[in-house]
């Protein structure tokens, strides 16, 4: 299984609305990530897990909590959002931190998120 | 830190064209290369990767060699088809990131 599922794959939400992004692997990485791309831009780290516990958050703002229950499942809390942070959030695995040889990084199909 | 510099799109060829997209890079130490594509409406896939200089990363007919003296990483395919449209990002990796190029995006007509 060399696939990164997240779920649900839209989500239109108020700014006053409290919802989660989930994010799933079954390879065994022990690296996970959040990022953030607007239309027509790369991908920006937002977080990076490595082995259950947070390593870098890229200076985002507390209206994004993420969270690692364990290996497997990554989760974005999202809490009083901006119109601004309608964007696709993708989420990333790889076997250990990105750069290595063999830590090329898999990238789920993301979730488009529309905040009205 | 890391940069990646790709040329600008869109890239418009007739299906069969030779396809060149060009990318430098800055980087210290010794990145990993990678070529990711996105497809319309998609996450993003790894095309094809090198981890060394003079490596050559190859997938789907695309190729691309890791070249340290010129800090260059293009990627190229003989024959391009309508299926090849979407768009390309030329990425180095070092430490715990990823350094993405703005991307490139191809368009593929019969």
């Known amino acids: 299984d060399t696939e990164v599922t997240q779920t649900p794959k839209h989500l239109v939400m108020g700014m006053t609305n409290k919802k989660s992004l989930k994010c799933e692997q079954h390879m065994g990485h022990r690296a996970m990530y959040w990022y953030k791309q607007k239309a027509k831009k790369p991908p920006e780290l937002m977080f990076v897990y490595s082995y259950e516990k947070l390593s870098i958050n890229e200076s985002v703002p507390s209206r994004f909590s993420p969270e690692c229950p364990n290996s497997s499942l990554l989760n974005l809390h999202l809490h009083a959002l901006q119109p601004e942070d309608s964007a696709l959030y993708l989420c990333?695995?790889?076997?250990?931190?990105?750069?290595?040889?063999?830590?090329?990084?898999?990238f789920g199909p993301g979730t488009r998120l529309t905040v009205l | 830190g890391n940069s990646v510099t790709q040329m600008e799109g869109p890239v418009t060829l007739s299906e069969e064209a030779f396809l060149t997209i060009n990318c430098t890079y800055t980087a210290t130490g010794y990145p990993s290369l990678f070529w990711y594509v996105q497809y319309p409406g998609e996450g993003l896939q790894l095309l094809l990767k090198a981890t060394k200089a003079d490596d050559k990363g190859s997938n789907k007919g695309f190729e691309a060699t890791y070249r340290k003296e010129t800090t260059s990483f293009h990627l190229e395919k003989g024959s391009v088809q309508v299926s090849d449209s979407a768009v390309y990002f030329c990425?180095?990796?070092?430490?715990?990131?990823?350094?993405f190029g703005t991307g490139t995006r191809l368009q593929v007509t019969l």
């Open positions: 990333a695995s790889s076997q250990g931190l990105a750069g290595g040889p063999y830590n090329e990084q898999f």
């Open positions: 990425v180095t990796g070092t430490a715990s990131k990823l350094t």
